[in-house]
């Protein structure tokens, strides 16, 4: 009696080339946003937001998203009240 004729799982021997480098979709992932990513998978603005805390890096708004946008836009606005002189 021989038990070495194991089953074994066929192996697909699938050509995987080395030079693949995972690339994101090219878009923003902040939620709902379409805009070209350009830092950090998110767009200008969301990166700002995921800098300033207002996003995870997932891009889903954090708990507090709304007192953090209320005080970033008010610094935004503050800002650019400064650049019209
Ligand atoms: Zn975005």
Redesign the pocket.
Known sequence: MSDSNKSEPKKLDKQIPNNVISISSG????DS???K?LRAE??????T?FKDGLINKN?QKVPDFDKKHYAWEASHAAASKKKTA
């Open positions: 878009l923003c992932k902040a946003c379409r805009s990513a998110f767009c200008d603005t969301h990166f937001w891009g």
